[in-house]
């Protein structure tokens, strides 16, 4: 079973941001459960104090246009209080990642310091140096008086090469980061210096977008959505790695990062592990393959389901077996899987390094293979979801109930992909885990978790055995493990 590492990490977002763009509905796959955290509250409702959700987290999507208007907003009472031009505000809010507390606090003891650190104004030393000469530091060229243009910090250019050293760098893909032409020079161009000097409407257009493209990634509060030509702007009050979804083209993603949404797992976790998966692809290609053999009778076989209990029988035969550990099924007990925590070598430390790199590909290897398996069977469960929702239209054609009355096997298969998507990314945030109690803690309750998903796994498989009652108990109790999981071990 194989992993497209490229498909846990959602793309940059595009450059381009079209202010007049419609928003569009696109067409789902029905085979596709991204949408699996919608819909299934009712079936699983907590009490009490169960009811709490750890990844629960406010946000609003925002278009173009409105995110440009409450940049805008922020940026004219800034100006208002500084009593600087709106493009330097915008200079000062991109220096301080728009927090305009931290702005104003700064101001009210020091306002003159304010504008250095910002970048905007020169220190008094650099302050004083003023060039009389009519010749362009740059061309070298005579200049008339007229002709020659200098930000705040007096270093005088001609208007040619000041256009081209605009143009060069826009094209480029520089926003805010065009800067004074003077060696070891920092003071950045507000945007009213740049605009008249680019030669076309086509690189203004794009000096707009990348200035805007600036202004959101250095907001706090702001995150452009990674979904490919999505124009469309995430705005939360506290940033926090969370889960957030955007309503234009549904990407679901993690607001701190913008990678796919990885909890337990922090951040930078999951960036080494994805790194590291990448470089050790090829070592890891030989547990890539779909199929493996029987324990029992030695033949080939392949998984077709996202269930981990394989299930093997003939005339006289019978195995009932792990499909990660090949162990016998009813030896994993109800309360603990062995077979999800790596077992170290507390001795290793005293062996030659030969012997440290193999335990340390050893390790690497128990944790990758079981990442991967669990994103292969998110693959498969997707393919049971398409089935069920055959089933269900089949059912209401043929009067069978309604699909009100059906409705609990979609949402089943909804939730069984959400609590093995959490479960798929507790193995990185294992892999560098330090060993001590609350490792065996994270251990305990991921094998816990990984019990319920697979029961509810077999259940869903098997859903006409199975009454409805008993369905939705399974799913409250393994959404409860999952909660449970990620209110002590996800960063809050």
Not at 73 to 96: Q, R, Y
Not at 277 to 284: G, I, K, L
């Amino acid at each position: 079973m194989s992993v497209d590492m490229n498909s846990q990490g959602s793309d940059s977002n595009e450059e381009d941001y079209d202010p007049n763009c419609e928003e569009e509905e696109e067409d789902e796959d029905p085979g596709d459960i991204e949408d699996y955290y919608d819909g299934v509250a009712n079936d699983v409702e907590q009490q009490g104090a169960d009811a709490f959700d750890p990844e629960e987290y406010q946000f609003t999507c925002l278009t173009y246009k409105e995110s440009e208007s409450t940049l805008n907003e922020h940026m004219a009472s800034l100006a208002a209080t500084l009593k600087v031009s709106h493009a330097v505000a915008k200079l000062v809010l991109v220096s301080f990642h728009w927090q305009i507390s931290e702005i104003l606090e700064r101001h009210k003891s020091n306002a003159a310091q304010l504008l250095v650190e910002a970048r905007v104004q020169p220190t008094s030393s650099k302050h004083a140096m003023v060039h009389s000469s009519h010749h362009c530091a740059v061309c070298m060229q005579f200049v008339r008086k007229e002709n020659l243009l200098s930000l705040a910090c007096q270093h005088q250019f001609c208007r040619s090469c000041w256009e081209q050293h605009c143009t060069v760098l826009v094209k480029d893909g520089v926003g805010v980061g065009v800067s004074c032409m003077a060696q070891d020079c920092l003071l950045r161009t507000p945007e009213d210096f740049v605009f008249p000097l680019l030669p076309s409407e086509e690189l203004k257009d794009k000096y707009r977008r990348y200035l805007f493209r600036d202004y959101v990634e250095s907001h706090y509060q702001l995150q452009l959505c990674p979904g490919a030509d999505c124009p469309m702007v995430i705005q939360v009050q506290e940033p926090k790695a969370r889960r957030v979804q955007c309503n234009r083209c549904n990407e679901v993603f993690c607001f701190k990062c913008r990678q796919m949404y990885h909890a337990p797992t922090d951040c930078a976790t999951i960036r080494k592990w994805l790194t590291k998966c990448a470089d050790d692809s090829e070592t890891a290609n030989y547990i890539s393959a779909h199929t493996k053999d029987c324990p029992k009778c030695n033949i080939c076989i392949e998984k077709n389901g996202g269930c981990n209990h394989m299930v093997m029988g003939f005339l006289l035969f019978f195995a009932d077996f792990c499909w990660m550990c090949l162990g016998d099924w009813k030896t994993h007990g109800s309360e603990y899987y062995e077979c999800s925590r790596y077992k170290e070598n507390p001795d290793i430390v005293n062996q030659s390094q030969q012997a440290q790199a193999r335990e340390a590909l050893k390790k690497y290897l128990f944790y990758f293979e079981r990442w991967e398996n669990h994103n292969k069977s998110l693959q498969l469960e997707a393919q049971t979801y398409q089935r069920i929702q055959e089933k269900i239209q089949e059912r209401v054609m043929n009067n069978l109930g309604t699909w009100i009355d059906w409705q609990y096997l979609q949402n089943a298969a909804k939730l069984l992909a959400k609590c093995r998507y959490t479960l798929q990314y507790t193995y990185p945030y294992a892999y560098y885990m330090e060993s001590g109690p609350r490792k065996k803690l994270f251990e305990y309750q991921q094998a816990q978790l990984e019990a319920e998903i697979e029961n509810l796994s077999w259940k869903v498989e098997r859903a006409d055995s199975y009454d409805r009652g008993d369905l939705e108990n399974q799913m409250h109790i393994a959404e409860q493990r999952r909660r449970t999981l990620l209110k002590d071990f996800h960063d809050t």
